[in-house]
T-cell receptor
Framework: DVKVTQSSRYLVKRTGEKVFLECVQD?????MFWYRQDPGLGLRLIYF???????EKGDIPEGYSVSREKKERFSLILESASTNQTSMYLC?????????FGDGTRLSIL | GENVEQHPSTLSVQEGDSAVIKCTYS??????FPWYKQELGKRPQLIID?????GEKKDQRIAVTLNKTAKHFSLHITETQPEDSAVYFC???????????FGSGTRLSIRP
């Protein structure tokens, strides 16, 4: 069974802080994704990566960056956190089929 | 750009009745259409998927239909049960390794 692990379930940070969200998968999948989930807006793609050191912008990349130094790890970075980045963040990975999600990180920016 | 529209946003049905959720997609090159169920406080999980070479797929009480010409696909749940209450997301992609575009979700409630 695919396991996607996000480092924190809940996180509280302050405006202007640099925030790191970590995601690790154990299936040797090449493709990894970061989504943001807000009520009524569904799942919006922030960034995705097809391979180590590769990244592509999704639909809402502004204010975010990512890092993929190792195949199993995909990090989302909020360079200078703002209150409008308060949200649920979901990491996902896919092999040849559907996406497998982590449990999510509920991030609050105060 | 690529877009997936999902309706309705909320749906309430009597236990035992059927529920139907509909989606349309904009990119005619899309060929893979998964459906996810997200229970409260949990991760989205795949419940069924369909590829463009198939018009219908069924798995027990769940079925999905696809009309490529109209760019529509639908989820049908029969004999609904309380555990079917959740948010359901449709999605579309151009291949299993491509990025997936999600609909905005349908909150399904099953009335006892």
């Amino acid at each position: 069974d695919v396991k996607v692990t996000q480092s924190s379930r809940y996180l509280v940070k302050r405006t202007g802080e640099k925030v790191f969200l970590e995601c690790v998968q154990d299936m040797d999948h090449e493709n990894m994704f970061w989504y943001r989930q807000d009520p009524g807006l569904g799942l919006r793609l922030i960034y995705f990566s097809y391979d180590v050191k590769m990244k592509e912008k999704g639909d809402i990349p502004e204010g975010y960056s990512v890092s993929r130094e190792k195949k199993e790890r995909f990090s989302l970075i909020l360079e200078s956190a703002s209150t409008n980045q308060t949200s649920m963040y979901l990491c996902a990975t896919t092999g040849t089929g559907a996406q497998h999600f982590g449990d999510g990180t509920r991030l609050s920016i105060l | 750009g690529e877009n997936v529209e999902q309706h309705p946003s909320t749906l309430s049905v009597q236990e035992g009745d059927s529920a139907v959720i509909k989606c349309t997609y904009s990119d005619s090159a899309s060929n893979y259409f998964p459906w996810y169920k997200q229970e409260l406080g949990k991760r989205p999980q795949l419940i069924i998927d369909i590829r463009s070479n198939v018009g219908e797929k069924k798995d027990q009480r769940i079925a999905v239909t696809l009309n490529k010409t109209a760019k529509h696909f639908s989820l049908h749940i029969t004999e609904t049960q309380p555990e079917d209450s959740a948010v359901y997301f449709c999605a579309a992609s151009k291949g299993s390794a491509s990025k997936i575009i999600f609909g905005s979700g349908t909150r399904l409630s099953i009335r006892p």
